[in-house]
Every structure is written in C-alpha cells, then in structure tokens.
C-alpha cells in the first residue's frame, strides 16, 4: 500500500476504533485515489478524503416498542449524514441485528461514492436498527417502525435526507414509516423512496438494483463481444436485489442455478425458470419463509445448510461451475478462497448487487485474474439511480410509465459503466472498475467540496 493510503488508515483505525467494514471501505477507495492525488494535489491540501471519511452528521437514538406479548423491547437505531456535496443526503435503511454505527459508516461512505456515479444530485447517507424483523408479526414491526419514525422524523425531509430500504426494509416496513412521518410532520412529501405505487412510488424501483447489477454485467460483457444468453450464473440472497437479478437473468437468456438465505442456499441444476422464481417471491415477500423450502418443493434441486459454518468459512455457493456470479446478499460473503474456487470454476463475470460482497483479498484475485469485476457502487447504483428518479416524479407530481422508467434505468446504467471505463483508462489502469467507480465517484463530490469552501 503506498505512503498516504498507510498514513490515512493509520489515522482512520485510530479514531474509529472496532469498525472493521468503515477501514475495508476507506482502504479501498485511498488506495485508488493515489492515482488521483498525485496529479491534483488540491484535493489533498484541501483534506478533501479527510472530510469525505467524517460524517457531517450522526443521529442515534432509543427506539422502545411493545411486543405480542406486552413486554418492553428496546433496540438502537441510526442515520449516517454523511455528505450533501452534490444533493440531499440519500440512501437506505437497514433492520438487521449485526447493525452497529461502524458498519452503517461504511455503507454511507459507498453511498456518496455510488450517489454520485448515478449521474443525479444525491448525497449520500445511511441509517437503521439492530432490530430483527425476522419472526416478528405485522403488528410488531409496525409499532417498531412508528417508534423508530418518532425520533427520525425531525432530522429527515424531501430536500434534506430522503432514506428508503436496504436489507430487512422493503415495501412494507416502508409503508409503516411513511404513514408515521406524514402523521408527525403533517406533510405528504416525497420523504422515503421504495412507496407504494398508490402513494407516490416509482414503477421499476423494486426491480432496480437486480436489473442495474444485470444490465451492469451485460455492458462489462459487451466490452468483450459477449452476452449473457446461455451464460450459468450463481446468485446469492433470495431478497429483493437477488430475486430482480435472476428475474432479468431469466429474460435475457441466461441460467440461474442458485439462491440463498442466511440459512443456506439451494442449487437448481435444471435453471430456476420464471415459474420457480414466482414460487421464491411468493415465499420470500408473502410467506416470508425460509429457501430451503424450494428444495421441497423442487425435486431438480439440492439444499445445504449453512448454521454450522463459522463466520468467514469458504461459502459452497461460490463453487460451483459457472461463468458469472452475482452476490446479492451482504458484505463480504465472498471471501479469498471463494474468490479461487470461482475462478477456478470459470467465472469471468462478477456484479455485486450487494454492497462490499467481497473482501479486500477477494477483490485484488479477481483484479489479478483480469475478469470482468463490477463493483457494488458502479453495478448496484441502479437502485438508487430509481429512488433518484422517484424523487424527480414527485416533485413533478407526475409519474413516468414502466417503459420509461426501465429505460432511464438502462441507459443510467449504461452511462456508469462507459464513465468507469473512460475514468479507468484516463488514470492508467484500463479495465480496472474498481479504480473507474472510486475515482469517478470522489472526482464528483471532491470537486463539488471544493467549490463550496471549507465546510
Ligand atoms: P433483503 O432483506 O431483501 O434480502 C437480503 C438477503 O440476503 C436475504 O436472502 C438474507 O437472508 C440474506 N442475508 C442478509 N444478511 C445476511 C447475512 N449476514 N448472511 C447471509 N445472508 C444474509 O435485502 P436486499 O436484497 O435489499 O439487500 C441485499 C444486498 O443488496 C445488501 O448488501 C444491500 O445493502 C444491497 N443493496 C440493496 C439495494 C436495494 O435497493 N434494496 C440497493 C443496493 C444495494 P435472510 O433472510 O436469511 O436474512
Ligand atoms: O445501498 C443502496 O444503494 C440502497 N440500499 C438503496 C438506497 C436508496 O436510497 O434507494
């Protein structure tokens, strides 16, 4: 690692101790800006990176709420401020019982980095809970929500911080905290992204993220003369981001052979095909049940269990045969070992729909190896590039078709992956995505930093 990255990390370790994701996170977007600093040394008097690493805000309050059975429950909840360079601060919520303040850091400082990327005028921020909504009734994670709300509620706004979902918050959790806010600040604004389509919501922001992350992975493919029809693909997660992805992988030709849960993951030999997808959908988003219930009910395919394996063990999904990957579950599921084992297995093609999905080792053997690599703040924006232009058509008061939605989506998509490319080559490392989204990401908002004075 060169003389600043060390230096900084050195700084960044000792003042945000026992925050492991936040230094992966900063690491490794110094380690690109090295590139960036020599040549325009402003940006470092200016303590641009410095600035961009500290939040401009932290909230962090009590949400107490009442369960089934009238005991008094108590969890933390959070939002990351962190830069509104460039436009509001944006970005998701997370309900999730790993939740601290070090790993909603990191996802706020990717945030502003894959914000920017989109093209649109969003800062970036993050927020959430080490509340578990798993098993827990409706009622339960609407008192949850409302109480969570009562306290958010002062600090967000339509031209100030905009959350919507992440991990453990989709549509309903969404719903709850959008009827709370509008209760308190007597408003009906467009304050949360991922609405109901019947109270201001966007056509297309469900299925974002998987197409962005499959529309980012046919571009990198392009570059090669190549598709994704007939490709076998790994997808990881069973959740909003993993079902969107093997849907449009399904479109376009391409087989999906796996998902996964937090418990395990199944391997469908035969392709997971519209029908079994439905079937995944209705289980995951109505039933809210668990993935080794498709092994049940699909004979073609094979169920692991995961419980025993301790935290950072080799993943078995990750070796399998196959030509792309698409982890779409969480960060750092992909370690160095799964990192071989997928190249090993013929995987060329990696588009993270989750955030940070693979560790520091991971990424340097897939750069190494010279595969197509899309990094999550270039190939998952596109989930955030539609909350971008959920906002647009609520300002508008006016909303777009289906048609145009996807089609603004693909080419935001499009734009990302050809600003990448050019970025990465203007600084010497062609084909390095990595490089391509962290240096285009920061030139934004560092630019724009500099514009607005020492704030
Ligand atoms: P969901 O809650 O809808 O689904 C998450 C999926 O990942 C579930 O299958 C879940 O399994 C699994 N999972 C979650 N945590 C773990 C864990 N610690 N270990 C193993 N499996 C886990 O979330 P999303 O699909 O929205 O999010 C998935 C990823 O995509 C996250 O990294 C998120 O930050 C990222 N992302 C999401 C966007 C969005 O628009 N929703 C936008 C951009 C990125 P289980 O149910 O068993 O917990
Ligand atoms: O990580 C992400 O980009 C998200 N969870 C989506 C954020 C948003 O504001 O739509």
Known sequence: MATYATSLMEDVKAKNPAEPEFHQAVEEVAES???????????????ILERMIEPERVIMFRVPWVDDQGGVQVNRGFRVEMNSAIGPYKGGLRFHPSVTLGMLKFLAFEQVLKNALT???MGGGKGGSDFDPKGKSDGEVMRFCQSFMTELYRHIGPNTDVPAGDIGVGGREIGFLFGQYKRLANEFTGVLTGKGLNWGGSLIRPEATGYGSVYFAAEMLKTRSDTLEGKRCLVSGSGNVAQFTAEKLIDLGATVLTLSDSAGYIFDEEGIDRGKLDFVMSLKNERRGRIKEYADAYPSAAYTALEAEPAGATDPIWNHKADCAFPSAT????????????LRNGVTVVSEGANMPTTSEGVSIFLDAGILYGPSKAANAGGVAVSGLEMAQNS????WSREEVDQKLHSIMIDIHKHCVSVASDFGTPGNYVNGANIGGFLKVADSMLDQGIV
């Open 33 to 47: 800006l090295e590139l960036v600093l020599e040549r325009r040394p402003e940006y470092r008097s200016a303590r």
């Open 331 to 342: 960060q750092n599921e992909i370690n160095k070992e799964d990192a071989q084992n997928l």
């Open 396 to 399: 508008m008061r006016f909303n």
């Open 119 to 121: 093209t649109l005028p």
